[in-house]
């Protein structure tokens, strides 16, 4: 006959706590959403746009500490949401190398004539394709 052991009470864990440590997959995005609606209404609400009836208690009375209290909620919530991003990027951000100021500035120079000579392209293209419209819409 197999011996039953017996299991301290200690030894067990708790299944509220498996279910509070386990990592479900959406749960950090619904997270980040809630987050950014959270900020949202209360930005919504310090700005005038939501507008609450001063029988509403606690709501109707005080909005704008209300909306602070959201605004800071939010803000918060986003941190905790997004620090396991961040958390797994810190090793490999500090083994990056920062480029020599000749480099940096040789690239710089580089970005800025390209977007100097886009901005000039789109100009003419501009300027061509109004002369175009302004001959048409004459006839």
Known sequence: MAVKEKVDILDRKSRILEVLNKDYKWETYLYIFVSLFLIEIGTLILTGVVQFKDSIP??????????????????????????????????????????????????????????????????????IIGELLSRYLSL
Not at 61 to 68: N, R
Not at 93 to 119: D, E, H, Q, R, Y
């Open 58 to 127: 606690l709501v109707g009375t005080y909005p704008k500490g209300f909306a602070i209290a959201i605004v800071v909620i939010g803000a918060l919530s986003l941190i905790y949401a997004l620090f396991p991003f961040f958390k797994t990027a810190y090793p490999e951000v500090k083994k990056t190398t920062w480029p020599s100021w000749t480099l940096f500035f040789g690239n710089a120079a580089k970005t800025f004539v390209f977007l100097i000579a886009f901005t000039l392209i789109y100009f003419m293209f501009d300027i």
